[in-house]
């Protein structure tokens, strides 16, 4: 099946530092990938769909220029937490559309970013 | 506007008994559904889906999840769970026909398997 990374599994980082989570599709190319944030015990809350080559797509509420996304290659995609706060500590999962699957999109194992 | 409804938010089973997880779901348009398992600290591994055809939809580890068009419901359920189902599971919704459409998730629901 379809396998998706992210690197790295954990960061604890300084308050006012910038953090740098990649998304990988192993075995396929995928045109489009998702970055979404997941608070304990909630739901995953759709923060941006990244587009390979084009400017990514944030949903209502979130800060463009705090989380910046770079989907640079039909695998890769990068979420970059600028001057990241205690607030951004987070579970971050990316997911991947694999186009030969009928809207499916395959998720990647999660980041852990805490801020001090 | 898509909207996930995941009706229990824990539920707890004895080992080997059958379970539902139920999830209803509300669209103007059709869609995909699709069911997502997540176990603690990790991403989340599809179970199963539901695209057209079959509304009996079989997935991974013995789950299989009914569509149902007039209730707009996508029930999970297994015949006998294991404590390793242990784990959150969410219900998700697409609109269907639209590549790369965006995923609406429902709040999840505990499964808690007690041996």
């Known amino acids: 099946g379809a396998v998706v990374s992210q690197h790295p599994s954990w960061v604890i980082c300084k308050s006012g530092t910038s953090v740098k989570i990649e998304c990988r599709s192993l075995?396929?190319?995928?045109?489009?990938m998702f970055w979404y944030r997941q608070f304990p015990k909630q739901s995953l809350m759709l923060m941006a769909t990244s587009n390979e080559g084009s400017k990514a797509t944030y949903e209502q509420g979130v800060e463009k220029d705090k989380f910046l996304i770079n989907h640079a290659s039909l695998t890769l995609s990068t979420l970059t937490v600028t001057s990241a706060h205690p607030e951004d500590s987070s579970f971050y999962i990316c997911s991947a559309l694999d186009p030969l699957s009928t809207d499916t999109q395959y998720f990647g194992p999660g980041t852990r970013l805490t801020v001090l | 506007a898509q909207s996930v409804t995941q009706l229990d938010s824990q539920v707890p089973v004895f080992e080997e008994a059958p379970v539902e997880l139920r999830c209803n779901y509300s669209s103007s348009v059709s869609v995909y559904l699709f069911w997502y398992v997540q176990y603690p600290n990790q991403g989340l591994q599809l179970l199963l889906k539901y695209l057209s055809g079959s509304t009996l939809v079989k997935g991974i580890n013995g789950f299989e999840a009914e569509f149902n068009k007039s209730q707009t419901s996508f029930h999970l359920r297994k015949p006998s769970v294991h404590i390793s189902d242990t784990a959150e599971y969410f219900c998700?919704?697409?609109?269907?026909?639209?590549?790369?459409?965006?995923?609406?998730f429902g709040e999840g629901t505990q499964l808690t398997v007690n041996p």
């Open positions: 075995d396929f190319q995928a045109t489009t």
């Open positions: 998700a919704v697409s609109e269907g026909g639209t590549s790369g459409s965006r995923l609406t």
